[in-house]
């Protein structure tokens, strides 16, 4: 017996063995983090023995698969198309040694070092930036800036041209839910999301005024209700939000030569990149917030009122498309945050202003959550009581 099975066959038993209810919360916390690391380095193991069975065609003995990836998803209980992906990461490592040292290790997960070998693939030099991002944000986060990474490293016309072959509109029907998934080039899918951006907004502003105690409606939900509005020509409550500011992030080397390289972005925040010349052509257009990476030095823009100028409106939201707060993901409805009380500093600047989802928000400003400021620009929250047992150790000591 090797020896990975002896410890399948160990774990197997302690699982078997397990009553979670006998473990105090803390503990159940550290242990299902623990498990998660082991589980981690499990799906390399996996995926590097896969790789090799299927080199070798090792897994046609006793199976009675069509194909490696058939095998795999049958061994894994997974798609064809999941099996794939693991077989085409193994791949990549090859070429890839620091990720896949952070695949052995069990601190990058076999869903992180896809996106980070799909990038790294195309453009090598990237391999670095994309774990850092993996090891600090959320998988979200991670998956953007893998697309920003393919994107600056692919041609233009050849990136459009896929994106306008492979567009669809595809339905399925579940239990009593009609499902759905669209894809095509990312300029033609803006227009749709500007299109129902004011309803939703409208919807959004009309939960937050009723009186009513029903929960508020999920932003996926407020989409969903503003896509059906815009189809039946009812875009009730819409027209007091104005119409929707087209805003486009592109570095100025790429705007000024006409296409991207390595490392810049041309692109609609929240939606994906574009072709250089799209950000050209709506130069043309009024309704437009074109933001250039190397442009005005937004930090020098102050303000002794609580008003935040539009410039550094702009630039806060270009820095933080996210919840600032580490291994938020949150995107939508996010707040300005003053990191510095206003009626004592009175200042508006760059450096203390942050956003941060609604939740987060609410724990800072009404619950005593302290916030910790990190180098790399992220915050964390920390409890009351957790200050508190600060405080008490500081004087003891």
């Known amino acids: 017996m090797f020896a990975i099975e002896s410890i399948a066959a160990e774990l197997r038993e302690v699982v078997a063995g397990l009553e979670p209810d006998t473990f105090a919360g803390r503990d159940a916390a550290r242990l299902a983090e623990v498990c998660a690391t082991g589980e981690r380095i499990f ?3 996996k995926a590097l023995f896969a790789k090799r069975a299927v080199d070798t065609n090792g897994w046609r003995h006793g199976s009675q ?9 049958n061994a894994s209980g997974c798609s064809e198309g999941q099996a794939r992906d693991t077989l085409k990461t193994a791949e ?13 290790e069990g601190s990058l997960s076999l869903s992180q070092a896809t996106l980070v070998t799909k990038a790294a693939e195309v453009d090598p030099a990237a391999e670095g930036r994309l774990l850092r991002t993996a090891d600090r944000d959320g998988i979200r986060t991670l998956r953007d800036t893998s697309d920003r990474v393919i994107a600056a490293a692919t041609d233009d016309e050849t990136a459009h041209g896929v994106a306008r072959r492979e567009r669809h509109l595809r ?3 579940r239990g009593m839910a009609k499902h759905g998934s669209f894809s095509g080039p990312v300029e033609e899918v ?3 999301l500007r299109a129902i951006q004011p309803i939703e907004q409208s919807l959004f502003q009309q939960a937050r005024t009723a009186t009513d105690d029903q929960p508020r409606e999920s932003y996926d939900a407020r989409c969903f209700d503003a896509l059906i509005a815009l189809a039946r020509g009812d875009g009730s409550g819409s027209d007091s939000a104005g119409p929707p500011v087209a805003r486009v992030r592109v570095d100025l080397p790429a705007l000024l030569a006409g296409h991207t ?15 250089v010349d799209h950000a050209r052509n709506v130069l043309s257009h009024g309704l437009l917030e074109l933001v250039i990476t190397d442009g005005v030095d937004v930090q020098t823009v102050v303000s002794r009122t609580r008003h935040v100028p539009e410039a550094l409106k702009v630039a806060i939201a270009e820095r933080d498309e996210r919840c600032k707060v580490r291994g938020c993901d949150r995107t939508h409805n996010l707040e300005r945050h003053h990191t510095l009380e206003f009626h004592e500093f009175e200042l508006t600047t760059y450096n203390i202003l942050g956003m941060l989802c609604g939740d987060h928000h609410d724990l800072v400003t009404h619950r005593d ?9 992220t915050w964390s ?11 008490r150790d500081t004087h003891a000591a």
Do not use: N
């Not at 069509?66 to 998803?73: F, H, N, P, R, V």
């Not at 390289?261 to 072709?275: D, R």
């Open 190 to 192: 803006d227009a749709l």
């Open 369 to 377: 959550h302290e916030i910790i400021d990190h180098h790399d620009g």
């Open 65 to 73: 698969a069509i194909s490696g990836e058939q095998w795999l998803a």
């Open 171 to 173: 339905t399925w029907i």
């Open 381 to 391: 929250l920390r409890p009351p009581a957790e200050q508190f047992d600060e405080h």
């Open 43 to 45: 799906s390399t193991a």
């Open 92 to 104: 990549r490592l090859e070429a890839l040694a620091a990720t896949e040292a952070k695949l052995r």
């Open 261 to 275: 390289s390595p490392g810049e972005v041309c692109e609609i925040p929240g939606v994906g990149p574009v072709p």
